[in-house]
């Protein structure tokens, strides 16, 4: 089998802060309000990505790593990951405020949960005229003093809010306290991994009444009490090439703004490449098909791909490789 460019069906998943946009603006197949989340490329357990054109349609990421797992991923990727995607790609739009949790770090991921930390990335595809992140603090904190703070309900004193735009981009560190906040569309890029430890959701109730559970004790040893400033991306936005963003151990993330026809060689890549639709539309092809991609959509090209080749008159795109 060569292996061509894939496309997957979306994973939707209904939440508690989600709206329409998924649909209206991203025309994504929902049937009602409140999706939240749309798993683009998962190979999370229980919500497996599943291959939706070509030859190969209706197979799942898991066998068709199984059965080509070094020419879709790549001989380094393989050697480090085996057969599991290392990546999580999503797009996710807020109507309202989601709830302010953090992530651990791979080492206590591991010891907690045999799992990954969850490092990730954030582009803004959409937001309102008032919209902001909560990213971190907006100075050094103690323990005792989020402990506090949190008991009274006055956590958000505490933390730093981030007014954004379209095209702002920003890069979570495991164990920075975060949140998105109401009228943000976003694209995000993250480890594999499920992980969150809630810490703080405004006494909302979920569609049965119920208060969410927190994860406040879990929570305590994952956190950086450190006020930073690293988080918003500066990048470049020229047009019709590549403009790197983000260069981790667990991604890299560049920036293209097309205005033509682009190819470029990715021969030498050892990895796979993927494209995340984040304005207007593009053929995307490799020596073996070729497939249709708008905003709001995703292509997974295989590092057997020798070519990549988008063929537009306008559109942007996240490349996201290893």
Not at 119 to 135: F, H, P, Q, R, S
Not at 243 to 263: A, G, H, Q
Request: aromatic letters at 8%; charged letters at 25%.
């Amino acid at each position: 089998m060569k292996l061509y460019p894939f496309k997957f069906h979306p994973i939707l998943k209904e939440r508690l802060w989600g709206g329409s946009r998924l649909k209206d603006v991203l025309n994504k197949p929902l049937k009602s309000g409140g999706i939240g989340e749309s798993w683009e490329l998962s190979g999370v357990e229980e919500d497996v990505s599943v291959i939706a054109n070509g030859p190969l349609a209706g197979t799942s990421l898991k066998d068709l790593l199984t059965e080509y797992g070094m020419e879709v991923l790549g001989k380094g990727v393989s050697k480090r990951f085996g057969n599991e995607f290392p990546v999580l790609i999503k797009f996710l739009d807020a109507d309202q405020d989601l709830s302010i949790q953090v992530h651990p770090d791979d080492r206590l991921a591991r010891k907690r949960h045999n799992s990954n930390g969850k490092t990730e990335m954030w582009y803004i595809m959409d937001a309102a005229v008032d919209a902001k992140l909560i990213i971190g603090f907006n100075h050094d904190v103690t323990k005792e003093e989020f402990l506090k703070n949190l008991k009274r309900d006055t956590l958000p004193s505490l933390l730093h809010y981030e007014s954004v735009s379209e095209g702002d981009a920003f890069f979570i560190n495991t164990g920075r306290i975060h949140a998105i906040g109401t009228g943000v569309l976003l694209a995000e890029i993250q480890q594999t991994s499920d992980i969150t430890y809630r810490v703080f959701d405004f006494k909302r109730r979920d569609k049965n009444g119920n208060l969410r559970e927190l994860h406040t004790d879990l929570a305590l040893d994952a956190i950086d009490y450190k006020q930073r400033q690293d988080f918003k991306l500066n990048y470049g936005v020229e047009a019709d090439t590549i403009n790197p963003m983000v260069d981790s151990p667990y991604f890299r993330t560049s920036f293209l703004e097309l205005t033509k026809d682009f190819i470029q060689d990715i021969s030498g890549r050892d990895s796979f490449t993927i494209l995340m639709c984040v304005a207007g539309a593009a053929t995307v092809s490799n020596e073996s098909g070729s497939v249709p991609i708008s905003k709001g959509e995703t292509i997974l090209l295989p590092a057997s791909s020798l070519t990549m080749q988008l063929n537009t008159s306008g559109a942007k795109m996240l490349e996201i490789t290893m």
